[in-house]
């Protein structure tokens, strides 16, 4: 069974432009989430999608926004980059219905806004 | 979710039990304690979960008191790949807030040959 997938793995952008990050879940996977790893906060929690519906939000502005389409497909994407964007941008796709809520994560897409 | 408390790093000798403690003394009845690991440059990957008792798989054990309010992951033969950043994660179960995890700074654990 494949992993979860994200492209691009690395993308370097400007600042006030935007991007488009891309996940594709285990299948069958219909919960797919997004993170954001900086060194300096961590692993921070940025929206869970479920069915094309955003589930839950983290505390990210209006800048940070997602998507989920009918193949459990998601996209995140992020507006007007500043600087303190750069971070290795991590999807986690889950079973729903799993006890466990186990997470399994891709490999992340590191992005640096210059 | 409950706040945990983890020691920032911790060395293990290869081949020796690695005990991971994590305080989290707000837990409540129905939150459950995850063990995430993430080596570097990885996305993190799952390693056990348990709400009152003892478990137990193929990576590791997990061991939570009585009275919840710790716990302790056990690597019961740590080797070099066992090198990570091990979170512990307090929380309801999926129904109840959906799949969004926090994770904190973690434990840094080095195992060394």
């Known amino acids: 069974k494949a992993g979860v997938t994200q492209t691009p793995r690395y993308l370097i952008k400007t600042r006030g432009q935007q991007v488009t990050l891309s996940c594709s879940p285990i299948s069958g996977h219909r919960s797919v989430s997004w993170y954001q790893q900086t060194p300096g906060q961590g692993l921070q929690f940025l929206f869970e999608y479920f069915s094309e519906t955003q589930r839950n939000k983290g505390n990210f502005p209006g800048r940070f926004s997602g998507r989920q389409f009918s193949n459990s497909r998601s996209e995140m994407n992020v507006s007007t980059l500043e600087l303190g964007d750069s971070a290795l941008y991590l999807c986690a796709s889950s079973l729903e219905g799993s006890v466990a809520g186990e997470l399994f994560f891709g490999e992340g897409s590191r992005l640096t806004v210059l | 979710d409950a706040k945990t408390t983890q020691p920032p790093s911790m060395d293990c000798a290869e081949g020796r039990a690695a005990n991971l403690p994590c305080n989290h003394s707000t837990i409540s009845g129905n939150e459950y304690v995850y063990w995430y690991r993430q080596i570097h440059s990885q996305g993190p990957q799952y390693i056990i979960h348990?709400?009152?008792n003892n478990e137990t798989n193929e990576m590791a054990s997990l061991i939570i008191t009585e009275d919840r309010k710790s716990s302790t992951l056990i690597l019961p033969h740590a080797t070099l790949r066992d090198t990570a950043v091990y979170y512990c994660?307090?929380?309801?179960?999926?129904?109840?807030?959906?799949?969004?995890?926090?994770f904190g700074t973690g434990t840094s654990l080095t195992v060394i040959p």
């Open positions: 994660i307090v929380r309801y179960p999926p129904e109840v807030t959906g799949n969004q995890f926090y």
């Open positions: 348990g709400l009152k």
